[in-house]
């Protein structure tokens, strides 16, 4: 049972290169979610998944896309990179929607610079 | 909206020294509260939760109480130890999405 995983661990990127954050959970939760954590900002949360199929933004989703591949995988895209994303990246799973506990399960996360 | 503050850090200890962490939040509705961890290099852990008022969540020697009528969770410790040196993360769950809302984090030095 590995929990969630995310790869790759590190990357860097020119401006104006793209890439994709993979995320993978072996729960079997229903939710999945992207963050990104900066200096003194705490979590921002930049999209969200509730299930299969479905996806909705967060509070920071300029400059990213999603895919909810199916009920284990999540990825992030970033289409066209700038240096304010430069940032670490967190994939996180629970149970739900309206169902269980809130807590959530967090990725090693993915330390991204651009420059 | 909901959110959540807690206090500045850095905080640097001596190893055996008591640790108060203050947090407290602003949220419509009950809440559940959590305190997750992160060393360094890694990503977050739950460390502890409550889940309504009153409750007391603990886990490795922290406690924290769900106190509604001052709406905070205060993490505590009666001793703190070199391995607890990381980042504390007071959060609620109060996102219309379900996902967690963050304090910014607070740095914690343990020195031997």
């Known amino acids: 049972n590995a929990g969630v995983t995310q790869t790759p661990k590190f990357q860097v990127l020119k401006t104006g290169q793209s890439m994709t954050l993979q995320c993978a959970q072996d729960?079997?939760?229903?939710?999945m979610y992207w963050y990104r954590q900066d200096p003194g900002m705490g979590l921002r949360l930049i999209y969200y998944?509730?299930?299969?199929?479905?996806?909705d933004k967060g509070e920071v989703p300029n400059g990213y896309n999603v895919s909810r591949l199916n009920k284990r995988e999540f990825s992030l895209r970033l289409e066209s990179a700038a240096p304010s994303q430069t940032s670490v990246y967190f994939c996180a799973s629970r149970t739900g929607p309206g169902e269980g506990s809130y807590e959530q399960y967090f990725g090693p996360g993915t330390r991204l610079t651009v420059t | 909206g909901d959110s959540v503050t807690q206090m500045e850090g850095p905080v640097t200890l001596s190893e055996e020294a008591f640790l108060t962490i203050n947090c407290t939040y602003t949220a419509t509705g009950y809440p559940s509260l959590f305190w997750y961890v992160q060393y360094p290099g890694e990503g977050l852990q739950l460390l502890l939760k409550?889940?309504?008022?009153?409750d007391k969540g603990s886990n490795k020697g922290f406690e924290a109480t769900y106190r509604k009528e001052t709406t905070s969770f205060h993490l505590e410790k009666g001793s703190v130890q070199v391995s607890d040196s990381a980042v504390y993360f007071c959060a609620l769950s109060g996102g219309s999405q379900g996902n967690l809302i963050f304090g910014k984090g607070t740095k914690l030095s343990v020195k031997p």
């Open positions: 729960m079997n939760h229903n939710s």
């Open positions: 409550a889940t309504k008022a009153d």
């Open positions: 998944s509730a299930s299969e199929g479905t996806t």
